[in-house]
């Protein structure tokens, strides 16, 4: 046993002896660099482990946040794929000839008769 644990147990032992004393004496060195030292330790590992505690608990809650954001983020995207498809059918279906000859005939606009193409030759945009 080193000279601290004897101190401690010599002082656990007046104490039942009920030795005034002795009592005093052990609780003297009871009390000097061991004793302070344990419970320092002791101190130091508490709040350690309060901060762990809370540094966990602090993770655990960032990590449900950033979860639920994820989820949010991901349903999102599905809306707004659904939403892209139905624009490219809508955009699709306004560009058919029915919907043209529907707002030509809206607008009063005349049906072409006689439809002429214009060839053009050794043009700078056909080289390419």
Known sequence: MSGGNIDVVAYSVAIKKNNAKKCEKAQRKCESSFCIKLSS???????????????????????????????????????????NESLKINAAELKSMHQLELKRDEMNLKKPQDVGYLELDDSVAMKR
């Open 41 to 83: 330790v002791a101190s130091f590992l508490m709040v350690v482990s309060v901060i762990l505690g809370i540094v966990y608990v602090a993770q655990i809650n960032r990590l449900a946040i950033m979860g639920y954001e994820i989820k949010e983020k991901e349903n999102l995207i599905v809306e707004l794929k659904r939403d």
